[in-house]
């Protein structure tokens, strides 16, 4: 079967560092996408990991471990225009989605 | 930057009509998608379709659902005849330049609702 698990709702303050988990079960999976989504936008790129180990791309960083089915999404320097929908899917060969993370920041 | 386009914006029909949803997708990609959002719930994903043929299709694209891509630009969506159900949000993809999908970049959207 396929499964993504994310936390339903995060809240941090800005400027602090945020993580935000993901754990899947998917069958032909060849990597785990983090997207960001503004409510009523459309998806955006943030990462995209296929090996094990952290990826750093400015204030995200993004974390992968396959054997345990497990990555996380790493945000520092919250700002507030981070507050939006954060998207863990795994690539297989479509995207299965997890219901997201909506992260709150509070000034 | 180049990016996906979709029209129309918004669609607005009557149930059992038939609609056609729109997308332009990134000129150098080889691999394109539909997803639909129902307002509240996940991303869930449609259809694939590369070198002119589905790939891959999810058990909501029944028979009701078609995509083609009619010229060397264009993709598009057509649901047949639309029920109260199939309000959603829905978002073309592409991706891929050679043979792998690569990431998928999304489309702005197109909100359809059905009354």
């Known amino acids: 079967g396929q499964n993504i698990d994310q936390p339903t709702e995060m809240t941090a303050t800005e400027g602090a560092i945020v993580q935000i988990n993901c754990t899947y079960q998917t069958s032909g999976f060849n990597g785990l996408f983090w997207y960001q989504q503004h409510a009523g936008e459309a998806p955006t790129f943030l990462s995209y990991n296929v090996l094990d180990g952290l990826e750093e791309k400015g204030r995200f960083s993004s974390f992968l471990s396959r054997s345990k089915g497990y990555s996380y999404l790493l945000l520092k320097e919250l700002q507030m225009k981070d507050s939006a929908s954060y998207l863990c899917?795994?690539?297989?060969?479509?995207?299965?989605f997890g219901t997201g993370t909506r992260l709150q920041v509070f000034p | 930057e180049p990016e996906v386009t979709q029209t129309p914006s918004h669609q607005v029909t009557q149930m059992g009509q038939e609609v056609i949803l729109r997308c332009v997708p990134i000129s150098n990609h080889l691999y394109f998608y539909w997803y639909r959002q129902i307002l509240g719930q996940k991303v869930e994903f449609l259809v694939s379709f590369y070198n002119n043929e589905i790939s891959e299709k999810s058990e909501i694209f029944d028979d009701q659902f078609s995509v083609e891509r009619p010229d060397g630009s264009n993709f598009t969506l057509k649901i047949r005849s639309t029920k109260l159900e199939d309000s959603a949000m829905y978002f073309c993809?592409?991706?891929?330049?050679?043979?792998?999908?690569?990431?998928?970049?999304f489309g702005p959207g197109t909100r359809l609702l059905v009354l």
């Open positions: 899917a795994g690539n297989t060969d479509k995207l299965i």
């Open positions: 993809a592409s991706g891929g330049t050679s043979g792998n999908q690569e990431t998928q970049y």
